[in-house]
């Protein structure tokens, strides 16, 4: 168990110092960085466009349970984007045919979408469902913290703007009062991103440690050739 534990070590670090690169950089370019304007008590409204922190792990996972090598980050990565268009294609069906406050075109088409992401495994071993799912369910997930919109009028914010922000009767129905109410086409796009960055989070875990890890074997010296010398009678 001890060598077992000390063979990861390396990987349990270098994963950690990435976490935090990757946590601070999302939320400072959410809050900070590329952002709509200040909220008056230290952050900044963020833009349409943002990262999601924990999209990037949902990745991040299925790149090692896929095999972590460059095979199952074209996977995870192909999974991530199939995933978030099938999430897309829901978002925009159901909200089309019932919306706010009827649930249930929303639960009909993420069936529907989830039936075709797993019939899609016959195409080939390149789709990966495991991960197409976890993509799948994290746009639905920042759908829903983000304010529904398209299925919930004005969900996405009413210009998402500080104006409109301060004014009760035209607030954001998102997380944070409206703070990150996102328009579903860039719940879409954000996800997609910030996925995708887990899958090169991923490679790097993988790359960075092996250069950190001391190699296991020591070369060997070469065998000293022996030369037998024959007298002649």
């Known amino acids: ?53 924990p999209a990037a792990f949902v990745a991040w996972g299925f790149f090692f349970a896929a095999g972590a090598d460059m095979a199952a980050f074209v996977k995870v990565a192909i999974a991530s984007v199939v995933g978030g268009l099938a999430a897309l294609g ?73 104006t409109s922000l301060a004014d009760p009767t035209t607030a954001g129905a998102g997380a944070f009062g409206g703070v990150i109410s996102t328009p579903y086409g860039f719940v879409w796009l954000n996800i997609t991103v910030s996925l995708l960055c887990g899958c090169v989070l991923g490679l790097l875990s993988v790359k960075l440690t092996a250069l950190v890890t001391p190699s296991s074997g020591e070369t060997q010296p070469e065998p000293a050739t022996t030369t037998t010398h024959v007298t002649a009678a």
């Open 90 to 162: 829901a978002m925009a069906a159901s909200s089309a045919t019932a919306d706010l406050p009827d649930f249930w075109a929303i639960a009909l088409f993420v069936g529907v979408f989830a039936v075709v992401l797993v019939l899609m495994s016959a195409l080939g071993d390149w789709h990966y469902v495991p991960a197409a799912f976890g993509a799948f369910a994290s746009v639905f997930f920042w759908w829903t913290a983000t304010g529904l919109d398209y299925w919930a009028p004005d969900g996405g914010g009413i210009g998402n703007s500080l």
């Open 1 to 53: 168990m001890l060598d077992r534990l000390k063979s990861t070590v390396p990987l349990a670090l270098v994963i950690g110092v990435l976490a935090v690169a990757w946590t601070d950089v999302a939320l400072n370019f959410t809050f900070h960085w590329v952002t709509d304007g200040d909220l008056g008590n230290g952050l900044a409204l963020p833009s349409n466009f943002h990262l999601v922190v």
